[in-house]
C-alpha cells in the first residue's frame, strides 16, 4: 500500500519527467504545518500512520531529518523562514512584552522572486503573520485569517481556486501555504478526531491550567496526544487532496514542493506542555521535506539544516542569488563544514508566569549531534550528544566550544531595529493564542 502511495506521489508531483531547474523558472510551494514536531510523522520515525501524503512526497525527494528551528514559537520562527536569518539579526518577537515585527528593510523569500518575475501569492492562518506583523511584503496576493484552526480544507480551496482562476498565467508562481489545524485545542473534524481513539475528543481538546498555571489534567496527556496526531493526520489528507488538484490543473509537472514546520510541541516532555518556553527538541526538532524537479528522490539527509536554510535553498532552485547577510545555506550546495546552528526567542508561552528574562535569555546552538543550551539571565547551562540522549533527560556541563559559540551568537547585533507592533485586538488574539 504504501508503495502505492509513493508512486501516485511521484506521479502528481513530477509527471511523466524530470524538469531540472534552469529549462524554465519553476512554480514554488513552500507548505507551513504550524506546530508539527518531526517525530509524528511516518517518514520520521513515527509508529503511527499519520502521513502517508508526506511520507510518500519524502519516497520523492529529499528529507532532511535533523532540520531545526530557530526558534520556538511562530513569529520568530517564520521570520527566520522568511529572511534566511536567524533570531538574533531579525529579532522578530516578543521581548519586556513589547511585541516586534519583521523589519520591512529585508528582502524576504517574496521580495526576491518577486523580482525575477514570479508572481507571490501567500495564504496564512494566523494574526502574527499579517499585514501588521511585516510578512506580506512583497506579496502580490495575501490572504490571511486571524486564528485559522480548522482552515485546511479552505485554504487549499483559496489556493485551488486562485489558480483555477488564473489559468494559462505562464509566469512562475510563488506558493506559501501555512496551516493551523495542528496547533492546539486538539480537535479534528470527524472521522479524524476517532482515528486514535474511538472516543473522539470526549469534549477535551486541549490542556486545563489554572490561574497561576498549574496544570490540572495531566492525565489527559494520552489523550491529547492522540487528538494531536487526529489532526496532522486531517492535514496531511488535505495535502494529498491539494497536491492531486495540482496534477489535474497540469501545475505539478515543473514544481518545487517544500513542506516543513515553524515549531514542534510539548506534552510534558521536559514537565510542560504546548511551546514557546524551551529550546528542548520537542520544541526545535522540525520536518523538511524537498521534492521536484532535479531534487535527489528517496534521499534522507543526516547533516543539521535549519529553517533558514530554506530561503538560500529556494533561491538557487530558481536561480536567484541572495544578500551576503543571509545565515542560512543552500541545502543542495557541496557539503559544508561543521556548522552552528542557532536558536532563541523564546517567550513564557502557554505554560509559564516566571519571569520573561529567565525566557527570553535563553539560547541555543546545534554543531552537529553536540547542543548546548545557556540561560544568560541566571547562568543555567545544558549540555547534550543527541546521538546518544536524543530525548535531551542527561545535561553534562558545557563544553568551551559550544560556550564561545553561544556567547558569539548572543552578541550578535540585530541587522535592523525590528518595528513595534501595536494595533486593536492584536493583545487581546496574541493573549487568545496563550503567547501573552
Known sequence: ??????????????????????????????????????D????????????????????????????QAQAPWTLPAHASIWTGLSVASHMAGIRDMITYGLSSDFDNIATILKSEGYITLGFVNVVLLNN???????????????HGHGRAAETVDEVLEWF???????????????????HAPYDPP?????????????????????????????????????????????????????????????????ALIIVTSDHGEEFLDH?????AHSLYQELLHVPLIISGPGIPSGVTDPAPAAQYDILPTISAYAGVSVSDQVEGIDLFSPSQE????????????????????????????LNQYRKGIYNFHNGDEQMFDLSLDPGEH???????????????????????????????????TLEDLGYI
Open 40 to 67: 509524528h510523522l511516518g517518514c520520521y520515525g513515527y509508529d503511527r500512520n499519520t502521513t502517508p501524503v508526506l511520507d510518500s512526497l519524502a519516497e520523492s525527494g529529499t528529507l532532511f531529518s535533523r532540520c
Open 190 to 254: 470527524p472521522p479524524f478526531d476517532k482515528r486514535y481513539s474511538l472516543e473522539g475528543t470526549g469534549g477535551i481538546t486541549d490542556w486545563e491550567v489554572s490561574d497561576d498555571t498549574e496544570l490540572l489534567n495531566p492525565e489527559a496527556r494520552e489523550h491529547l496526544i492522540n487528538m494531536y496526531d487526529g489532526e496532522i493526520a486531517w492535514v496531511d489528507s488535505q495535502l494529498g487532496r491539494l497536491f492531486g488538484q495540482l496534477r489535474e490543473l497540469d501545475i505539478a509537472e515543473n
Open 271 to 275: 514537565g510542560l506542555w504546548g511551546h
Open 1 to 38: 500500500m504504501r508503495k502505492t502511495i509513493a508512486l501516485m506521489i511521484i506521479i502528481i508531483l513530477t509527471g511523466t519527467g524530470c524538469n531540472p531547474a534552469g529549462s524554465e523558472k519553476p512554480d514554488i510551494f513552500l507548505i507551513i504545518i504550524d506546530t508539527l514536531r518531526a
Open 132 to 146: 501588521s506583523f511585516g510578512f506580506a511584503n512583497g506579496f502580490d496576493h495575501y490572504s490571511w485569517v486571524a
Open 164 to 182: 483555477m482562476a488564473n489559468r494559462g498565467n505562464p509566469d512562475p508562481k510563488l506558493v506559501v501555504i501555512h496551516l493551523f489545524d495542528v
Open 394 to 428: 542527561h545535561p553534562q556541563p558545557l563544553d568551551s566550544v559550544l560556550l564561545e559559540s553561544l556567547e558569539y551568537y548572543r552578541a550578535t547585533p540585530p541587522l535592523e531595529i525590528p518595528p513595534v507592533v501595536r494595533g486593536r485586538g492584536i493583545d487581546d
Open 338 to 365: 561543521s556548522r552552528i546552528i542557532p536558536s532563541s526567542g523564546a517567550i513564557p508561552g502557554h505554560c509559564c508566569t516566571e519571569s520573561c528574562e529567565n525566557f527570553e535569555s535563553i539560547c541555543s546552538v
